[in-house]
């Protein structure tokens, strides 16, 4: 098993930043790639960005490139999201997921762990 808890979700105005943490515990080396998703209110979770253990690849989605930027410390199995330039429609729970296999997915149901969740919120 694979134990994900994700930090440093809060509260940040429109055009600031934040950054989530998440830490991973357990079995990490059965994983190959980390994942961010976020969820709002009433609407499905959604892919934010992904990468692999090594650092040597990240994937984002359209709405947050430029914008958001995933990073690894392996030395701590951890994985940062920094997040930029933040936007109204950036509000969610952010949650953090790992996966088994090395391909790159942005599909909820591709990944086999799940941290509890960190809310951000963005004031206009």
């Known amino acids: 098993q694979v134990l994900l808890v994700e930090s440093g979700g809060g509260l940040a105005q429109a055009g600031g930043s934040l950054r989530l943490s998440c830490a991973a515990s357990g079995r990490t080396r059965s994983t190959a790639v980390m994942g961010w998703f976020r969820q709002a209110p009433g609407q499905e979770r959604q892919f934010v960005a992904a990468?692999?253990?090594?650092?040597?690849?990240?994937y984002y989605a359209d709405s947050v490139k430029g914008r958001f930027t995933i990073s690894t410390d392996n030395a701590k199995n951890t994985v940062h999201l920094q997040m930029d330039s933040l936007k109204p429609e950036d509000t969610a729970v952010y949650y953090c997921a790992a996966r088994a296999g090395g391909m790159f997915l942005n599909r909820p149901d591709g990944y086999d762990y799940w941290g509890q969740g960190t809310q951000v919120t963005v004031s206009s």
């Open positions: 990468i692999n253990w090594s650092g040597g690849t990240t």
